[in-house]
Structure formats: C-alpha cells, structure tokens
Nanobody, 121 residues
Framework: QVHLVESGGGLVQAGGSLKLSCAASERTLSNYDMGWLRQAQGKEREFVAAISYGGDATYYANSVKGRFTIYKARGTLYLQMNNLKPEDTAVYYC????????????????WGQGTSVTVSS
C-alpha cells in the first residue's frame, strides 16, 4: 500500500519561493524512487524532479534545474521551489516510481491527490 498526500501549494508572486511536502512513509521512500510531476491548465502532465530510493541521486527537468530541489526526510518527500515563474503554475503531484525511467508520467504507479501552485506576475 502506497498512500501519498501533498501539501504546501498556494499563491505566490513571481520570484518567490514555496516548499511542497508529500507525506508518505519511511517504507515507501526506502522502496521506491520518488518524483514530483505537474500539470498546467490545458497541458499534459510533465516530469519535474525525481530522487532515487537511496537518496543519492536526483534528476530535474531542464525547465526547473537550478531553481528547484528535491529531497526527503523522515517519511516526507519535499520540493523546494525558488525563483518561481508564472509558467510554474500547475497542479503538482508526488508519485512513486514503478517503471523503467523517471521522465515519463506513465512510469509512476502511485500518485497523490495533487496540490495547486499559482505564480502571479
């Protein structure tokens, strides 16, 4: 059983920061590579960031590289988002990876309900 609950979304001004949290469990985080993915209005869901189950490797979409940081601690997966841009506006999901790569939403088998992020100009 994998249960994921995101929180931390909201409205933020461009250039600001938010930290998203995904409540999971130590068992889940130690058995699955984990990812953050997002879906903007009118667009397909896209990969944002991923972290290996050992926590020693991270991966980022080019659009967020240098601005976002994925990390985990004490049963919680986090996404620190800095220098936010209006194009970051989307519903953000945490997910447990069950496929062959990190970059495609279809390779994630367990999903949270999502948390909405809106970046204003």
């Amino acid at each position: 059983q994998v249960h994921l609950v995101e929180s931390g979304g909201g409205l933020v001004q461009a250039g600001g920061s938010l930290k998203l949290s995904c409540a999971a469990s130590e068992r889940t985080l130690s058995n699955y590579d984990m990812g953050w993915l997002r879906q903007a209005q009118g667009k397909e869901r896209e990969f944002v960031a991923a972290i290996s189950y050992g926590g020693d490797a991270t991966y980022y979409a080019n659009s967020v590289k240098g601005r976002f940081t994925i990390y985990k601690a004490r049963g919680t997966l986090y996404l620190q988002m800095n220098n936010l841009k209006p194009e970051d506006t989307a519903v953000y999901y945490c997910a447990a990876h069950t496929g062959s790569d990190y970059y495609h939403p279809a390779t994630y088998g367990y999903w949270g309900q999502g948390t909405s992020v809106t970046v204003s100009s």
